[in-house]
């Protein structure tokens, strides 16, 4: 599984090379989740895009087929979760920050990741800090979960993480990607996924030219990369 990883790397960043933007919305917080749809209760195919050679993420209803209300998973799981769809899923959301960070942003990665019985199915959430140049220079992950630490028992486990956006990110591509390793179903499972970020502390609120950035927008990307295969 930490071979996935890095293949997940090495194809975001082949994503990265070719990007392109067009049009952004307004709209942004501090404090709020910047993840559109991470709770799948929503049109999954009107908010997250899917990598070249790859499916998009699909929303199921719990029930018998995937996890039931009543396995592992969040108390606040709505009615729908993300799978995967096919042998390999990747979908994307891109969040430009309409500037430069120009100090530290501390941030909370979130979410709930699982898979089917003692099948080794994977979701992996995987957030990029692009440069002005769409280059990589950080990174935040939340996954796999394994069937070990599911106990091989069907549904999500939550995990979390806490970081700093670096100084410099100008864009953040937030990845879902989900990978089959049994069966016919693609169960890598997810709900609830969230990123979130801190208001900085008042000793190092920017100037206020400086908060351009916050005007954040989801932007839609239509254009056409080249695809690249992942490492095995
Ligand atoms: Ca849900
Ligand atoms: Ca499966």
Redesign the pocket.
Known sequence: MSNYKISTRQWLGAAVLALAAAGAQAGVVYGSNLIVNG???SDVAASWSAFDGYARPQ?VD?GPNWVLPTQPG?A???????AGDGARTAGYQLLDLAGTLTQPLSFKLSGWLGGWASQGDNALLYVSFLDDGDGEIGHAALGPVTPGDRGNVTGLLYREVSDWLPVGTRRLMFSLSMERLGGGDNDGYA??LAFVLDAPSPSTVPEPAGLSWLALGVMAWASTRRRRAAAP
């Open positions: 709770d799948a209760e929303a719990y969040s606040d799981r709505g009615k729908r979760m993300f709900d609830n």
